[in-house]
């Protein structure tokens, strides 16, 4: 601990002295890197496991250099200041082994979710963001104590950015009025952590529903408190989906949405942290929908202010897990009207990403998409 903290204080010091600007990702070299979300599954049989790690090697060598690293507050805080960092070194330390800079992912809030712990927030169950003040000072400050700790850790294992939340706009579109409340939690993480360390970079991820009404499945522009975000934060960060549109419209879709993100990011580095693409589950998706999506997903942020482009994800999701996530996410879907007049709308929506890996979960091997990124990778 007493180490953490000198670590901490030298990099306090640092940041009085010297102007970082972590909108460029100083900790990250320059170029392109490209990656991939390896998945979530709960009951992965071995052959998967083996195909994992075949195609993480080949990957590692054809130039991947950066992954996502995923750890949960309440996890590493489960009793207030009590704190139990071994697994999220462990964690760093094989990625420095690998050759990965490792993307940290510590999110408050978590697309259905508001992910801080049980002390804080009072139960377990998932919860919704207008059931939680996030810009409570004693969520603040308990989020910044972790920072304290979390922020040299990364630093020392080559990490350059930390997400400390992955959609909020999903809770924001029914309550654009907590906008406020929200934007006063990331301007105090992101103010802290580059107290900490000025040149790690901050950002929140936002969703698919950055420029997709996803209730009249039509493309608009972004929202105001989409723009906010992004202003408050250092990097832009997205998660984009592809659309069900031919594949002879397909380019121009495609090019269009990465464009008015890149906009959206007024000169900031910009990060995809998901891209994915279903190859089954509904009319119009298909192997050569999501292969050509990456195709043109990949060709539309060359040369371009993107920094880092993630796939989500490896491996399709299994029906275990589906099971596992509707199970988990049902008693907050059912407190928005449109999951309770059609409890079954869930699995529309996790059925998709049974399909939405470039890796096949029944028999491990590679979609046609996954050579698109390996293509992608070899071309940087």
Not at 81 to 101: A, K, M, P, T
Not at 276 to 294: I, K, T, V
Not at 308 to 324: K, N, Y
């Amino acid at each position: 601990m007493r180490l953490f903290y000198w670590v901490s204080v030298v990099f306090a010091l640092i940041g009085t002295s010297v102007v970082a600007d972590a909108t460029k990702m100083p900790l990250l070299p320059a170029g392109q890197y490209y990656s991939f979300e390896t998945g979530f599954n709960i009951d992965n049989p071995r052959r998967i496991r083996r195909a994992i790690r075949r195609l993480q090697d080949e990957a590692t060598q054809a130039g991947m250099r950066v992954k996502p690293l995923e750890a949960g507050w309440p996890d590493i805080e489960r009793r207030e200041g009590r704190y139990n960092l071994r697994e999220f070194e462990e964690q760093l330390r094989s990625y420095n082994e690998e050759g990965w800079r490792p993307l940290v992912f510590i999110r408050v809030i978590d697309s259905d979710d508001v992910t801080i712990p049980e002390y804080l927030k009072g139960t377990d169950d998932a919860m919704s963001l207008n059931e939680i003040d996030v810009s409570s000072p004693r969520i603040i400050a308990r989020y910044n104590a972790l920072m304290d700790r979390v922020v040299p850790l990364v630093r020392q294992y080559n990490g350059f950015a930390i997400m400390i939340s992955n959609e909020p706009d999903n809770f924001l579109i029914p309550y654009p009025q907590l906008t406020g409340q929200v934007l006063q939690f990331f301007t105090a993480a992101r103010d802290h952590i580059h107290s900490i360390d000025p040149n790690m970079a901050v950002g929140v991820a936002l969703s698919n529903g950055f420029d997709h009404d996803d209730d009249r499945d039509r493309i608009r522009g972004p929202l105001n408190f989409h723009t906010a975000i992004i202003d408050a934060m250092d990097v832009a960060v997205y998660n984009m989906y592809c659309q069900r549109v031919s594949i002879r419209r397909q380019a121009a879709s495609v090019q269009s949405r990465i464009a008015s993100r890149i906009r959206a990011a007024k000169g900031k580095d910009v990060i995809f942290q998901e891209v994915g693409c279903p190859s089954d589950g509904e009319s119009g998706l298909s192997l050569e929908h999501q292969r050509n999506f990456f195709e043109q997903y990949f060709a539309a942020i060359s040369n371009t202010s993107v920094r880092v482009a993630i796939v989500f994800q490896l491996v399709d999701w299994t029906q275990g897990t589906i099971e596992f996530y509707a199970d988990a996410l049902r008693p907050i879907m059912e407190s928005e009207p449109a999951f309770r007049e059609n409890p079954d709308l869930i699995f529309v929506f996790l059925d998709q990403l049974s399909s939405i890996g470039v890796v096949d979960a029944a028999t491990g091997e590679p979609k046609p998409a996954w050579f698109e990124f390996m293509k992608a990778l070899g071309n940087r």
